[in-house]
């Protein structure tokens, strides 16, 4: 079975596993583990800021950021596709009393021009417009870069105007090898910035938020209330400190095989891909693709590749999203091929 549902459904290799069963480790509740520790001081000084928070999911660093910039009754402004918006349950309304702004963006990019529009009013009528959500790379877009020109005037904008600007980095590491920047030039313009160690760096659990000292420190106590204190956790740090050392420059490979899958794809009757830009097929390691009516639904011709031994998931009605990781190889993409060559046949 080739398993290209996403590049959260890797698992620790043996070397990955032999550094977690020797982790030194302590209650990262009662006061610190001394892994966790590493892990975070290692993640702040890579994104250039001032600390960092280990917590068990990228759900709730995004929404403790959210929380961090926001108020009850205040609202954020985001794209109508982000995994803020739509991947977890509204929690910034259930548990913060925030409201979303959700705005629709091209391939998962908003333009500064659509915030100054949509920032609330000043006035007892209003909510507090406080903060400004992006997501990079965007999973819904199929991988897609942010356009960094537009994020520097929307950082700029953000800060002249006393409004936060929060970062979803699960993919930032894709971002920063598929644009050969630094971590911490991308993670620049952003007061919070959460970046994932379970998608394409194959670490099997967490995340981490980081940002300026004392919105951190401040972020320990949501974490707690949230539910997300873990007491000897330098076990699972400790899989992600080897997956920063070992995992990270490979994700070219995992651009490369998307890169000559999408190829594939384009070239099968039946078959698009979404939205390419003029210059390239897919930006990082999501190849988002629509089929054609002919070959049934979405989710009926997943379901085909499901049986012939593909596993993915449709996107929406017309599209499939294949993703592809650290256990795929070029021949897994050419085995995916012809069998999308047989199924279009």
Same mark, same amino acid.
């Given at each position: 079975m080739i398993d290209l549902r996403s590049d959260t459904v890797? &698992? +620790?290799?043996s070397e990955m596993r032999r550094a977690m069963a020797e982790a030194a480790v302590g209650d990262d509740v009662i006061d610190i583990d001394p892994t966790v520790q590493r892990l975070q001081e290692r993640i702040a000084e890579l994104l250039g800021k001032?600390?960092?928070?280990?917590? +068990?999911?990228?759900?709730?660093?995004?929404? &403790?950021? &959210?929380?961090?910039?926001?108020?009850?009754g205040d609202e954020f402004l985001c794209e109508y596709g982000c995994h803020i918006f739509?991947?977890?349950?509204?929690?910034?309304?259930?548990?913060?009393g925030v409201a979303a702004? +959700?705005?629709?963006?091209?391939?998962g990019n908003l333009t500064?021009?659509?915030?100054?529009?949509?920032?609330?009013?000043?006035?007892?009528?209003?909510?507090?417009?406080?903060? &400004?959500?992006?997501?990079?790379?965007?999973?819904?877009?199929?991988?897609?870069?942010?356009?960094?020109?537009?994020v520097l005037k929307i950082s700029a904008w953000?800060?002249?105007n006393s409004v936060g600007l929060h970062l979803d980095g699960a993919r930032l590491f894709n971002a920063a090898v598929a644009t050969q920047a630094t971590l911490t030039e991308l993670a620049r313009p952003f007061d919070t910035v959460s970046v994932c160690f379970s998608k394409g760096l194959g670490a099997p659990v967490g995340?981490?938020?980081v940002g300026s000292r004392a919105p951190i420190a401040e972020a320990r106590r949501h974490r707690k209330a949230f539910g997300g204190g873990m007491r000897q956790s330098g076990i699972l740090a400790a899989a992600a400190l080897y997956a920063l050392d070992h995992n990270f420059e490979r994700l070219s490979e995992d651009h490369a095989n998307a890169l000559w899958l999408a190829d594939a794809i384009q070239n099968t009757p039946g078959l698009q891909i979404v939205d390419p830009r003029p210059d390239r097929l897919v930006d990082t390691n999501i190849v988002l693709f629509a089929v054609a009516a002919k070959l049934g639904s979405a989710p009926e011709f997943a379901a085909k590749l499901n049986a012939a031994?593909?596993?993915?998931? +449709?996107?929406?009605?017309?599209?499939?999203?294949?993703?592809?990781?650290?256990?795929?190889?070029r021949t897994h993409v050419e085995e995916v091929a012809r069998v999308l060559s047989q199924l279009c046949a």
């Open positions: 890797t &698992v +620790p290799s001032e600390a960092a928070i280990y917590m +068990p999911s990228g759900t709730m660093t995004n929404q &403790v950021a &959210v929380r961090l910039h926001c108020h009850r739509t991947y977890e349950q509204a929690a910034f309304a259930s548990m913060s702004h +959700p705005l629709v963006g091209s391939c500064l021009e659509q915030l100054v529009s949509a920032r609330r009013p000043d006035n007892e009528h209003a909510a507090r417009t406080t903060l &400004v959500c992006l997501e990079h790379t965007h999973n819904r877009a199929g991988g897609k870069l942010l356009d960094w020109d537009e953000c800060r002249s995340s981490a938020l031994g593909v596993r993915c998931f +449709p996107f929406s009605a017309t599209s499939i999203r294949f993703v592809t990781h650290l256990h795929i190889t």
